[in-house]
């Protein structure tokens, strides 16, 4: 395929998965996160496994600054990124409004809504240039529906679902394409880091069915890349079979 991908968040979860698979099909890849061990190591893995070239990047979404100084040193041959994968992301806290803590929604609109936009911001006038590329939002059943203490997350990602809109209205006449993705529940780091740490809690949420794995949703996101230049998939829903919303799991 020999595209050059940046995946946000590729430490963890969908990110990683889906730099090994776009990997595993010729692509280059700039993995980006804020852990800097896990970069290198997965990096030097890319390059050792799958023969291609691959850049970790490390930053904090959250830093207007710092993400575009990261996007800006990338050397000129690793600036033609065909495919940007905003994919970093979280829930922090499982409580209602009037018990929220204040810090868990600033991580969440800081990194999900401000760190996606930021990083979109120091790529697309590099793919607008090139007038080409293909950008994928990873947005969330939770950008589709509201559910019981899922509140500022569920506003984080709804923000996503009107960015991706708004991305499609303005990068139409540049021809690059914008995909939103929206899984349900896949069985990552996410619940570990949505309940601080407490696997106990983070177990309970995959009881009794069987969620996707990070796999599955990297399978997804290379596959709407892999269709002819005039066809774009503009958003996508995808759950495991036991789940058909937010709010209905089929646990046994
Ligand atoms: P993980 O927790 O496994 O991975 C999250 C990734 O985001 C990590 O690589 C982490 O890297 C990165 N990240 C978080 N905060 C920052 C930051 N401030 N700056 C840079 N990178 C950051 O979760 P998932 O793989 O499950 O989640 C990936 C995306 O998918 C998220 O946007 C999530 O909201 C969404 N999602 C997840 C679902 C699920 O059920 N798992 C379902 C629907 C959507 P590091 O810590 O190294 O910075
Ligand atoms: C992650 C899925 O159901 O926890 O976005 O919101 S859910």
Known sequence: MNKIVLITGATSGFGKATAKLFAQNGCHIIVTGRRKDKLIDLADKLIDRYNVRSLPLCFDVRNAEETANAIASLPES?????????????????????????????????????????????????????KKGHIINIGSTAAKEVYLNGNVYCASKHAVDAISKAMRIELLEHGIKVTQ???????????????????????????GYQPMTAQDI??????????????????????????ANSFYIDRK
Request: proline share 3%.
């Open 181 to 207: 993705i929206n899984p349900g529940a896949a069985e990552t780091e996410f619940s570990e880091v949505r309940f601080h740490g407490d696997k106990e809690k983070a177990k309970k949420v995959y009881e």
């Open 78 to 130: 690793w600036k033609k990124i065909d495919v940007l994968v905003n994919n970093a992301g979280l829930a922090s806290g499982f409580s209602k409004i009037q018990d929220g803590d204040i810090a868990d929604w600033d991580k969440m609109i800081d990194t999900n809504v401000k760190g996606l936009l930021y990083v979109s911001r120091a790529i697309m006038p590099l793919m607008i240039a090139q």
């Open 218 to 243: 990297a399978s997804i996101i290379y596959y709407t890349t892999t269709l002819p230049d005039n066809l774009c998939i503009n958003d996508l829903i995808v759950t495991s079979l036991a789940q």
